[in-house]
């Protein structure tokens, strides 16, 4: 049948029986449309609205049984309230995978939250369509289930024995994951558990299995994780201070390219991390891990970021850290870690690392030595980012800072002794960077001091080879552009582009002093 034979939708009965006759109106031309561009659009919809669309044409009818990827979200609280919903939800639901017989689902995706006394049916039903989309050689599968307390899910055994099954994503809202009595090794490559309280034994069948990647975040219930899993190239864990968490974790693989590991910033993350990766290309640490911290040595790391929110007493182990990533092509380093460098300065060479990313709160006057002796020991640098976090009280009121001395001072007054405006141009000439000529790109953002401008002013008139500076201003640093336009530029032949921050609202300011994340706000050129 052609796509154009199929021209009985709603619409166009409608108009029939009023009596118009537009050639526009009569056309269907959603089932005009070509079926991979149907099925594309169906694939974005929720399983529920596949089944209105069923009722448009019998196209639609048709191709809704095909739609290689199906979203069921049961998860509505209008579904929590009504009792009958719900219900009609689940059958319509049934007899629509039914149908389906053998056509391919790709991907499936289940979010539901179990209503209480009839968890166990809910739950039996759900394992019902997952082994029908096993039948139908189910490629990605993801569930995302809030479950009551006490309650537990365990995973259908035909999911584990399915051949053609390569992702799995379970997220149980700090529920505990649960296996049959004979679990089987399975073809899974990527695991991803979030919010998921497993036991030794889930931990030896996923050890079992001949996984490429490995996500587990905010994971419960066993301290101690050795992950020796020879085929693994992608592992990432993220954690949060727990009874019983995550304790001590091992990580081992002759294939492993990337690590990922995110814990608390406190005393409360990781008692020990040991890292044996020989080939690893991309390593990430954030949160407090320095407790029997154990890295190796990476001979062909190409970006190591490092937020480990160190303390004083840390800086031997800091030591150690940067010995293992020192031949590391791309270096990212938050401000604590930056600052523990001052109590003992890590005299280590980073020859090999051509781009470099500090962020800080602000360029101080403090943290401005610890920059310099970096970037000395960074001879091959030639992209250099400096992010800053400007108050948002700056931000908003320029002119007055609130809480200096506990009273309103002028602005101007305030800039005279602010912590961030006294190493100047000679400052940075003295330091004998030897990155200098190799600098090729620099990026900026200005805080409330002067140090990123000066730095700014240095870098125009003594870089040779730089291509192009980008400096990121507050709403009310326009002075800044005359400042960076008044440098001698003779040394060079940089493009300088300026970009100004969205200004904040005064919501901003309510969130910021709560304590709320904020985010990136916007740039405006």
Known sequence: MSIMEDKHNLGATSAQAQGVVGSDTLIDRFSALPNEVVLHIMSSTEVKDLIRLRCVSKKCKKLSLSVPSLNIDGSSSIYKKSKSKRLNLLNHLDRFLMQRKDCKIGRLRIAWSFNGANTSEEQFRIATWIITAVSCNIEYLELVFSIDNGSTFELPYDLLDCSTLKTLKVDLSSKTLRLPALAVPSNLQRLHLKEVIISEEVWKWISSLHLT????????????VTVEI?????????FVYYQNRISKLLISGAKLEDIDVRGPFNERGLDSLKI?????????????????????????????????????????????????????????????????????????????????????VRLTDDIVPNIAHLLRGMPNLNTLFIA???????????????????????????????????????YWS?????????????????????????????????????????????????????????????????RVLFYRRKKPTLMDLVGYQHGHNIGPRVLAQ
Not at 231 to 236: D, E, G, Q
Not at 334 to 347: A, F, M, S
Not at 406 to 412: A, K, M, Q
Not at 466 to 492: E, F, G, W
């Open 213 to 224: 990647e490995l996500r587990l975040e905010h994971v419960n219930g066993i301290g101690s």
């Open 230 to 238: 020879p085929s693994l190239i992608k592992f990432h864990l993220e």
């Open 276 to 360: 044996v990766a020989p080939n690893l290309r991309r390593l990430k640490l954030l949160g407090y891990l320095m407790n029997q911290l154990s890295l190796g040595r990476f001979t062909f790391l190409e970006k190591a970021e490092l937020f480990l929110s160190p303390t004083a007493d840390d800086n031997g182990k800091l030591f150690e850290v940067f010995s293992s990533v020192s031949r590391t092509k791309v270096l990212h380093l938050d401000e604590k870690t930056i600052e523990v460098l001052r109590d003992g300065p890590v005299q280590l060479p980073l020859h090999d690392i051509s781009c470099f990313r500090a962020y800080l």
């Open 388 to 426: 800053t976090s400007p108050s948002l009280l700056y931000e908003l009121f320029p002119y007055y800072n609130w809480f200096y001395r506990g009273r309103l001072v002028p602005y101007d007054e305030v800039k005279e002794n602010a912590p961030g405006s006294g190493c100047n141009k000679s």
């Open 430 to 494: 003295s330091q004998n960077l030897a990155c200098i000529d190799q600098l090729k790109e620099v990026r900026l953002e200005l805080s409330n001091g002067t140090n990123e401008l000066d730095l700014a002013c240095y870098i125009l008139e003594n870089a040779k080879n730089l291509k192009k500076m980008v400096i990121i201003h507050t709403y009310h640093q326009s002075p800044a552009v005359r400042m960076i336009n008044a440098c001698n530029l003779s040394s060079c032949d940089a």
